[in-house]
């Protein structure tokens, strides 16, 4: 009788303790708004699953759990899905179930087949394809950074013009109009002119030069940065202006040269995409991965 009675009151006494420690209601408000849980199913499925491009339509976020709507798009066309997605006021972190108990290994990283390695000298060849004008590619800057960081002179980093966003900015901002079209891809294409130009002439100033045009560049009008201020970021920097000039007025070639390439190594072509040794393309937030799986000798994995 006595045990019967002590297990009774100390029934009592949890049940007491999560009625109150957990008042009803209050156990169920989500730890994350629907702002941050659409950019982090969005980040997660373009960078880490690899998908060309993701459209939250509708979350819900029902007995602790979010549920979300969400439009995919890959290369077999779009296809509407319902995601559940993990949540609890215990932790800051959540996890998108079913994605990650699918995934051995990120889609976004994938190898390029019948392709040859080109890394030279000891180190890993690693090129970025990236439009500056690309939202995208200035959301991923500070994740290349962080990239190039960790492995810093364990592999060979270059930079290549894909053009994407620059030339959409210059239809939409032509409005149908051809000749002006024209004329605003030839400002919009300056900035790749120039980044590339730095790039052949002094390489060791590519990182400052691309912040400098950054800080000139408004991401909310997206206007072009005129070649004036491109010209003084180069000065800046003590890059020749005669050599810069020169490289500029041929520096078409370098354009196509890369478009060409991201032709040979990118389907579909997409910015920001990274390709390691010429057989591995990557997303930016899979590279680090692709790396040290594929590549475990390099320094800094």
């Not at 941050?36 to 759990?65: A, C, P, Q, R, S």
């Not at 912040?211 to 010209?231: G, H, I, N, Q, T």
């Not at 020749?240 to 490289?247: G, Q, T």
Request: hydrophobic share 40%; aromatic share 12%; charged share 25%.
């Amino acid at each position: 009788m006595r045990k019967r009675v002590a297990l009774v009151f100390v029934l009592f006494v949890l049940f007491s303790a999560v009625f109150f420690l957990f008042p009803r209601g209050q156990e169920l408000k989500p730890v994350y708004s629907e702002a941050e849980i659409t950019k982090e199913i969005t980040d997660y499925l373009v960078e880490w699953w690899g998908f060309w491009d993701v459209n939250v339509t509708g979350l819900e976020f029902v007995g602790g759990k979010w549920f979300a709507n969400v439009s995919i798009t890959s290369e077999t066309g779009t296809v509407p899905t319902r995601i559940l997605v993990y949540e609890s006021n215990v932790s800051n972190k959540f996890e998108l179930l079913w994605m990650n108990r699918l995934l051995a290994k990120p889609l976004g990283l994938s190898e390029l087949p019948g392709k040859q390695s080109c890394s030279e000298g000891g180190k890993l060849s690693v090129m970025l394809f990236t439009d500056p004008y690309c939202e995208a590619c200035i959301m991923h800057r500070d994740a290349v950074k962080r990239f190039k960081q960790k492995f810093n002179k364990s592999i060979d980093f270059s930079y290549h013009v894909l053009l994407t966003e620059s030339v959409l900015l210059a239809q939409k901002k032509a409005n149908g109009n051809a000749s002006l079209e024209t004329l605003y891809s030839q400002e919009y294409r300056s900035a790749s002119r120039y980044l590339l130009c730095v790039q052949e002439l002094k390489k060791e100033k590519f990182a400052d030069f691309e912040d400098c045009f950054y800080r000139k560049y408004d991401a909310e009008l997206k206007e072009p940065v005129s070649v004036e201020e491109l010209s003084a970021c180069a000065s800046e920097l003590g890059v020749s202006e005669s050599d810069l000039s020169s490289c500029v007025a041929q520096s078409d070639s370098l354009i196509y040269s890369d478009n060409a390439l991201a032709s040979t190594y990118l389907a579909p072509s997409i910015t920001p995409r990274i390709v390691l040794d010429c057989t591995f393309k990557s997303t930016v937030r899979t590279a680090e991965y692709g790396v040290c799986k594929e590549f475990p000798e390099t320094n800094g994995c």
